[in-house]
């Protein structure tokens, strides 16, 4: 990580997270066959419209329904959490927000924006079945590199990875949580 970014990371603090008694189940057709997907996130009622294999979640970011995968499912209980748990204001989130990277158009799965509209954090969600390692995380560094925020957060719905850049100090901690919007 060090490379891409030109700041290093130090060890993550492996304290389970606030929500990961809890478990948000999801079965789903469509994909490839029958899938059973329990989440460390907090349920929530999600608005699913269409039949098998034609199924859609409703985002209140983008105000519409878009196609259930997997990683939307993630996406989806992951604003939920933020914004029910950590007080992070729908209005200032984006969803696939879309950034030029080397000449290349790349997209940003969530920025959470501050209230002067400066991105704050990027957020980087995986199906389930994806393990999170340490190329997942690069790619959300790369990312980084368009936008320069101080927060970077990866989740496949069962395991986080939030991280603190410290820009002056040239140095990245990980986090046993995501921090409350107000500490932005």
């Not at 079965?27 to 929530?44: H, I, R, S, V």
Request: proline share 5%; hydrophobic share 40%.
């Amino acid at each position: 990580m060090a490379a891409a970014s030109g700041i290093g990371c130090g060890r993550r603090n492996e304290r389970p997270w606030p929500f990961e008694e809890k478990a948000a189940t999801f079965l789903g057709k469509g994909y490839d066959g029958m899938k059973k997907y329990e989440l460390t996130l907090p349920p929530f009622n999600a608005k699913i419209i269409g039949g098998e294999g034609r199924r859609q979640i409703f985002d209140p970011v983008r105000k519409k329904y878009v196609a259930l995968t997997p990683e939307e499912w993630v996406r989806q209980h992951f604003v939920n959490y933020l914004v029910t748990a950590k007080g992070y204001p729908l209005e200032l989130m984006a969803n696939e927000v879309q950034i030029r990277l080397n000449h290349t158009a790349k997209r940003c799965d969530t920025v959470l924006y501050d209230r002067l509209l400066q991105p704050r954090m990027i957020v980087e969600y995986k199906a389930p079945t994806v393990e999170i390692t340490q190329d997942v995380f690069e790619q959300i560094v790369r990312y980084n590199m368009a936008l320069h925020v101080k927060y970077l957060v990866v989740s496949n719905g069962i395991r986080h990875i939030c991280c603190e850049i410290d820009y002056l100090k040239g140095s990245c901690e990980f986090l046993s949580e995501v921090p409350l919007y107000s500490l932005l």
